[in-house]
Antibody, heavy 120, light 107 residues
Protein backbone atom coordinates (compact mmCIF):
# COMPACT_ATOMS: atom_id res chain seq x y z
CA UNK A 1 0.00 0.00 0.00
CA UNK A 2 1.02 3.58 -0.60
CA UNK A 3 2.07 6.03 2.09
CA UNK A 4 0.21 9.33 2.11
CA UNK A 5 0.47 12.26 4.52
CA UNK A 6 -1.79 15.28 4.83
CA UNK A 7 -0.51 18.70 5.82
CA UNK A 8 -1.93 22.16 6.20
CA UNK A 9 -3.43 24.57 8.71
CA UNK A 10 -5.60 23.14 11.44
CA UNK A 11 -7.65 26.30 11.82
CA UNK A 12 -9.39 28.27 9.08
CA UNK A 13 -11.64 31.30 9.48
CA UNK A 14 -15.20 31.29 8.15
CA UNK A 15 -15.52 32.47 4.54
CA UNK A 16 -11.85 31.76 3.86
CA UNK A 17 -10.26 28.96 1.83
CA UNK A 18 -9.21 25.64 3.30
CA UNK A 19 -6.02 24.40 1.65
CA UNK A 20 -4.47 20.98 2.25
CA UNK A 21 -1.66 19.03 0.67
CA UNK A 22 -1.18 15.28 0.45
CA UNK A 23 2.37 14.10 -0.04
CA UNK A 24 2.81 10.67 -1.57
CA UNK A 25 6.03 9.08 -0.35
CA UNK A 26 5.71 5.75 -2.12
CA UNK A 27 4.54 5.55 -5.70
CA UNK A 28 4.19 8.27 -8.30
CA UNK A 29 1.16 10.50 -8.70
CA UNK A 30 1.63 10.25 -12.45
CA UNK A 31 1.21 6.47 -12.33
CA UNK A 32 -1.72 5.13 -14.33
CA UNK A 33 -2.35 2.68 -11.49
CA UNK A 34 -3.93 5.22 -9.15
CA UNK A 35 -6.41 7.99 -8.79
CA UNK A 36 -6.01 10.45 -5.91
CA UNK A 37 -8.70 11.90 -3.72
CA UNK A 38 -9.99 13.49 -0.57
CA UNK A 39 -12.53 12.22 1.96
CA UNK A 40 -13.71 13.94 5.10
CA UNK A 41 -15.42 13.05 8.35
CA UNK A 42 -17.22 15.60 10.48
CA UNK A 43 -16.92 15.05 14.25
CA UNK A 44 -18.94 12.01 15.26
CA UNK A 45 -20.27 11.54 11.74
CA UNK A 46 -19.74 9.26 8.78
CA UNK A 47 -17.37 9.46 5.83
CA UNK A 48 -18.00 11.82 2.92
CA UNK A 49 -16.21 11.59 -0.42
CA UNK A 50 -15.07 15.04 -1.57
CA UNK A 51 -13.47 14.38 -4.92
CA UNK A 52 -10.92 12.56 -7.05
CA UNK A 53 -8.28 13.48 -9.61
CA UNK A 54 -6.79 11.16 -12.17
CA UNK A 55 -3.21 10.97 -13.44
CA UNK A 56 -4.47 12.83 -16.53
CA UNK A 57 -5.85 15.67 -14.38
CA UNK A 58 -9.49 14.72 -14.87
CA UNK A 59 -11.45 15.67 -11.77
CA UNK A 60 -14.64 14.33 -10.21
CA UNK A 61 -16.35 16.16 -7.36
CA UNK A 62 -19.15 15.46 -4.93
CA UNK A 63 -22.14 17.34 -6.32
CA UNK A 64 -22.83 18.90 -2.92
CA UNK A 65 -19.36 20.49 -2.82
CA UNK A 66 -18.59 20.94 -6.49
CA UNK A 67 -19.00 24.71 -6.58
CA UNK A 68 -16.40 25.18 -3.82
CA UNK A 69 -13.80 22.43 -4.43
CA UNK A 70 -10.62 22.24 -6.48
CA UNK A 71 -8.26 19.25 -6.47
CA UNK A 72 -4.99 19.48 -8.36
CA UNK A 73 -1.69 17.64 -8.86
CA UNK A 74 1.84 18.90 -8.15
CA UNK A 75 3.91 16.47 -10.15
CA UNK A 76 7.24 18.14 -9.36
CA UNK A 77 6.73 17.39 -5.67
CA UNK A 78 4.73 14.18 -6.01
CA UNK A 79 1.78 15.55 -4.15
CA UNK A 80 -1.77 16.68 -4.68
CA UNK A 81 -3.89 19.33 -3.06
CA UNK A 82 -7.38 20.25 -1.94
CA UNK A 83 -8.87 23.72 -1.90
CA UNK A 84 -12.31 24.33 -0.43
CA UNK A 85 -13.46 27.91 -0.51
CA UNK A 86 -16.07 29.90 1.41
CA UNK A 87 -15.86 27.54 4.38
CA UNK A 88 -18.33 27.48 7.25
CA UNK A 89 -18.44 25.68 10.59
CA UNK A 90 -20.07 22.80 8.73
CA UNK A 91 -16.75 22.14 6.98
CA UNK A 92 -15.05 21.33 10.27
CA UNK A 93 -13.85 17.76 9.85
CA UNK A 94 -10.97 15.34 9.70
CA UNK A 95 -9.76 15.41 6.11
CA UNK A 96 -8.18 12.27 4.66
CA UNK A 97 -6.27 11.96 1.44
CA UNK A 98 -6.46 8.59 -0.24
CA UNK A 99 -5.50 6.63 -3.32
CA UNK A 100 -7.82 4.63 -5.47
CA UNK A 101 -6.77 1.67 -7.60
CA UNK A 102 -7.55 2.09 -11.29
CA UNK A 103 -7.55 -1.70 -11.62
CA UNK A 104 -10.16 -2.46 -8.99
CA UNK A 105 -11.63 0.96 -8.26
CA UNK A 106 -11.26 0.52 -4.54
CA UNK A 107 -9.82 3.10 -2.14
CA UNK A 108 -6.91 1.16 -0.71
CA UNK A 109 -4.52 3.58 0.97
CA UNK A 110 -5.32 6.43 3.33
CA UNK A 111 -3.39 9.18 5.03
CA UNK A 112 -3.68 9.44 8.79
CA UNK A 113 -6.06 12.40 8.53
CA UNK A 114 -5.85 16.02 9.59
CA UNK A 115 -8.39 17.86 11.71
CA UNK A 116 -9.40 21.20 10.26
CA UNK A 117 -11.54 23.46 12.41
CA UNK A 118 -13.43 26.39 10.92
CA UNK A 119 -13.74 29.09 13.53
CA UNK A 120 -13.08 32.78 13.96
CA UNK B 1 -26.12 10.16 -7.48
CA UNK B 2 -26.16 6.59 -6.20
CA UNK B 3 -27.24 6.29 -2.57
CA UNK B 4 -25.95 3.60 -0.23
CA UNK B 5 -28.23 2.52 2.62
CA UNK B 6 -26.38 0.63 5.32
CA UNK B 7 -28.04 -1.33 8.11
CA UNK B 8 -28.13 -1.60 11.01
CA UNK B 9 -26.64 1.70 12.14
CA UNK B 10 -25.42 -0.03 15.29
CA UNK B 11 -25.44 -3.44 16.88
CA UNK B 12 -24.30 -5.03 20.11
CA UNK B 13 -22.67 -8.44 19.97
CA UNK B 14 -20.52 -10.77 22.01
CA UNK B 15 -17.13 -12.24 21.25
CA UNK B 16 -17.67 -15.31 19.09
CA UNK B 17 -20.94 -14.08 17.57
CA UNK B 18 -21.61 -14.09 13.85
CA UNK B 19 -22.29 -10.55 12.65
CA UNK B 20 -23.88 -9.45 9.38
CA UNK B 21 -24.02 -5.91 7.98
CA UNK B 22 -25.93 -4.98 4.83
CA UNK B 23 -25.60 -2.25 2.23
CA UNK B 24 -28.20 -1.54 -0.41
CA UNK B 25 -27.47 0.59 -3.49
CA UNK B 26 -30.14 2.80 -5.04
CA UNK B 27 -29.24 1.34 -8.43
CA UNK B 28 -27.14 -1.53 -9.69
CA UNK B 29 -23.42 -1.17 -9.11
CA UNK B 30 -22.25 -4.61 -10.30
CA UNK B 31 -19.69 -5.68 -7.65
CA UNK B 32 -18.00 -2.27 -7.34
CA UNK B 33 -18.18 -2.12 -3.57
CA UNK B 34 -15.72 -2.14 -0.71
CA UNK B 35 -15.94 -2.58 3.04
CA UNK B 36 -13.90 -0.57 5.54
CA UNK B 37 -13.22 -0.81 9.26
CA UNK B 38 -12.59 2.31 11.30
CA UNK B 39 -11.46 2.49 14.90
CA UNK B 40 -11.67 5.71 16.96
CA UNK B 41 -9.08 8.28 15.97
CA UNK B 42 -7.81 6.19 13.07
CA UNK B 43 -8.16 6.25 9.30
CA UNK B 44 -10.43 3.63 7.78
CA UNK B 45 -8.83 0.35 6.78
CA UNK B 46 -9.81 -1.53 3.65
CA UNK B 47 -11.13 -5.02 4.40
CA UNK B 48 -12.79 -6.14 1.16
CA UNK B 49 -12.89 -4.88 -2.43
CA UNK B 50 -14.93 -5.91 -5.45
CA UNK B 51 -17.63 -6.99 -2.98
CA UNK B 52 -15.98 -10.25 -1.96
CA UNK B 53 -12.18 -10.08 -2.36
CA UNK B 54 -10.31 -9.99 0.92
CA UNK B 55 -7.50 -7.47 1.18
CA UNK B 56 -4.10 -8.94 1.91
CA UNK B 57 -3.58 -9.48 5.62
CA UNK B 58 -7.24 -9.31 6.57
CA UNK B 59 -8.38 -12.28 8.70
CA UNK B 60 -10.51 -14.87 6.96
CA UNK B 61 -13.34 -14.44 9.47
CA UNK B 62 -14.29 -11.40 7.35
CA UNK B 63 -16.20 -12.11 4.17
CA UNK B 64 -18.23 -10.14 1.69
CA UNK B 65 -20.93 -11.10 -0.74
CA UNK B 66 -23.45 -9.59 -3.10
CA UNK B 67 -23.80 -8.00 -6.48
CA UNK B 68 -26.06 -5.45 -8.09
CA UNK B 69 -27.89 -3.65 -5.31
CA UNK B 70 -27.50 -5.77 -2.17
CA UNK B 71 -24.27 -6.50 -0.37
CA UNK B 72 -23.28 -8.13 2.90
CA UNK B 73 -20.27 -8.05 5.19
CA UNK B 74 -20.06 -11.01 7.54
CA UNK B 75 -17.77 -11.52 10.51
CA UNK B 76 -17.99 -15.23 11.25
CA UNK B 77 -16.72 -15.13 14.82
CA UNK B 78 -16.40 -11.68 16.35
CA UNK B 79 -13.08 -11.00 18.05
CA UNK B 80 -12.28 -8.27 20.61
CA UNK B 81 -10.31 -6.28 18.01
CA UNK B 82 -13.31 -6.23 15.66
CA UNK B 83 -15.31 -3.77 17.75
CA UNK B 84 -15.29 -0.77 15.44
CA UNK B 85 -17.38 1.08 12.88
CA UNK B 86 -17.80 -0.44 9.43
CA UNK B 87 -18.57 1.40 6.20
CA UNK B 88 -19.42 0.29 2.71
CA UNK B 89 -18.26 2.35 -0.27
CA UNK B 90 -19.47 2.14 -3.84
CA UNK B 91 -17.12 3.06 -6.67
CA UNK B 92 -19.19 1.96 -9.63
CA UNK B 93 -18.68 5.33 -11.24
CA UNK B 94 -16.14 8.01 -10.58
CA UNK B 95 -18.59 9.51 -8.09
CA UNK B 96 -18.23 7.62 -4.84
CA UNK B 97 -20.68 7.23 -1.99
CA UNK B 98 -20.23 5.78 1.49
CA UNK B 99 -22.88 4.01 3.49
CA UNK B 100 -23.84 5.62 6.78
CA UNK B 101 -21.79 3.22 8.89
CA UNK B 102 -22.47 0.44 11.38
CA UNK B 103 -21.04 0.68 14.87
CA UNK B 104 -20.32 -2.74 16.34
CA UNK B 105 -20.32 -2.57 20.13
CA UNK B 106 -19.73 -5.02 22.92
CA UNK B 107 -22.85 -6.61 24.39
Amino acid sequence: QLQLQESGPGLVKPSETLSLICTVSTGSITSISYYWGWIRQSPGKGLEWIGTISYSWTTYYNSSLKSRVTISLDTSRNRFSLKLNSVTAGDTAVYYCASRSTSYGSVDSWGQGILVTVSS
Amino acid sequence: DIQMTQSPSSLAASVGDRVTITCRASQGIRNDLGWYQQKPGKAPKSLIYLASTLQSGVPSRFSGSGSGTEFTLTISSLQPEDFATYYCLHYNSNFLTFGGGTKVEIK
